[in-house]
């Protein structure tokens, strides 16, 4: 090969290589939740929904994770006064600080979507009521997937997810 070609090739690999390590330093890297950031979506739900059927029975509700998650919700609450069912979601926080929830369905059976969000550090969530997410949401996960939608937020709109704030945000509800 041309020694000239080579020296210009090997110049332009450096500066290449030189983005690539930049963009491989995200705010995840080194983060408490960084290996969740990698992890499949079928593990991130199964972590969401055993971490929030958990919270509920710290709250001393009976709370079970359905049918292994699959099916048209997720956890069944029970209280002493009403019996609940969540769709749980999770969503891993994205560069501009918000989160997408995919593969919400409006008309299945269900009381309430559980939206958890993670971020490097911390984690959040939202519940929203079957008849708001009817209401509210608009956007299709794809053209392809008929009543399937996504559930877009901002981490400055969601709740950050400690006991206290779990707690009061679920008795709200049951």
Known sequence: ??????????????????????SSRSKWTGSINEE??????????????????????????KSEIVNGGIGEFDILLETPNTTLRL???????????????NGIKKD???????????????????????????????????KDVEGSYKYSVTKSKMIEYTQENFKREIEKIV
């Open 1 to 22: 090969m041309c020694t000239v070609t080579q020296k210009v090739f090997d110049n332009n690999k450096d500066i290449i290589r030189t983005r690539r390590e930049k």
């Open 36 to 61: 969740v950031k990698g992890w499949d979506n079928t593990d991130k739900g199964d972590l969401g929904e055993l971490t929030t059927r958990d919270m509920l029975k710290t709250l001393d509700y």
């Open 87 to 101: 769709e749980h979601k999770l969503a891993t926080e994205d560069t501009k600080g918000g989160f997408q929830f």
């Open 108 to 142: 299945v059976n269900y009381d309430y979507v559980f939206a958890m969000g993670v971020s490097p550090d911390e984690l959040c969530f939202t519940i929203l009521s079957r008849e708001e997410a009817r209401r509210t949401l608009t956007t299709m996960m794809s």
